[in-house]
């Protein structure tokens, strides 16, 4: 059976916690609309003929397929996560995830350079390229976390 996505969309959301950095990755979830689903993680392929969609509403509980990039750290710090994606001139796409201690021009430096290293891994092209990047400046006393995710639609 081939499971291959039509559409997909972009969450992306932040969170602090004074409990934990499981607490705050799950209000980055929650701020991203995504922390009622069940999220399965995928490499980094997207089908010919996808295309980019609103976000959607699915089930509490849903099984969904994700690229996901995410950042988590401690008071004073700013982190930042995110995800770069193209077409190739070969119809289908390719996604790369990022994050980094800092802020998002330094994950952007770093997303562009793994695209371009994916590219020309397989000899192709990127003919149209997006990206999205969440970034926190997290309070003193507090856990923070970031997430950008592309979630699949079957």
């Known amino acids: 059976?081939?499971?291959?996505?039509?559409?997909?969309?972009?969450?992306?959301?932040?969170?602090?916690?004074?409990?934990?950095?499981?607490?705050?990755?799950?209000?980055?979830?929650?701020?991203?609309?995504i922390s009622q689903y069940n999220l399965v993680p995928v490499s980094s392929m997207i089908p010919m003929g996808a295309e980019r969609v609103e976000p959607i509403t699915l089930d509490p509980g849903a099984i969904v397929f994700t690229v996901m990039a995410h950042k988590s750290g401690g008071g004073g710090k700013i982190i930042s996560a995110g995800l770069k994606w193209g077409f190739t001139n070969k119809g289908y796409g390719m996604v790369v995830e990022g994050c980094?201690?800092?802020?998002?021009?330094?994950?952007?430096?770093?997303?562009?350079?793994?695209?371009?290293?994916?590219?020309?891994t397989r000899g192709v092209e990127v003919v149209k390229e997006e990206m999205e990047i969440e970034e926190v400046k997290i309070p003193l006393g507090y856990y923070g976390s970031v997430i950008v995710a592309m979630i699949f639609i079957l």
């Open 1 to 33: 059976m081939e499971l291959k996505p039509k559409k997909f969309y972009i969450a992306k959301g932040k969170g602090t916690s004074k409990i934990s950095e499981i607490n705050a990755f799950d209000r980055a979830l929650h701020d991203a609309g």
């Open 100 to 120: 980094s201690e800092g802020p998002r021009e330094r994950t952007q430096r770093k997303l562009d350079l793994m695209l371009e290293d994916m590219a020309a």
